[in-house]
């Protein structure tokens, strides 16, 4: 946890506002603590799993307080990220690819599991020069 946002904070030179990338990937990795990390293995639809984070983001909002502006950029930064709709929210999504197969490469190396599926499922799927040359 937290990868994402460290990586933000490390590519700020990057050509895109890298304060708002760091604030994304830390909504991002929040609503993921409360939903859990549901990978394309876990059988779970893409509607399914856009209402369960959609609902943790409800809940993040309602625990700052649903009318602050802090809960109103936690819904702004998910939508963005969900829609992928700036510069920004492509390179966090790649982040989120690149953490997802450092996390892939760790569970190899201490459990002496087999995890090639993770890695391949990330060919062709950057978005950005930064995710690309990071793998």
Known sequence: MYRM???SLL???CNVDGQRCIRMALVHDIAEAIVG???PHCNVSDADKFK???DAVQEIKKMLGPSTYAATEVEILWHE???QSTPESHLVKDFDKLEMIIQAHEYEQAQGQQLQQFFDSTVGRFK???GSVCL
Do not use: C, K, N, R
């Open 37 to 39: 990390d549901i990978t």
């Open 128 to 130: 950005t020069e930064t």
């Open 5 to 7: 946002g460290l990586m």
């Open 81 to 83: 990220y969900e829609q």
């Open 52 to 54: 369960l984070e959609a």
């Open 11 to 13: 590519a700020s030179d």
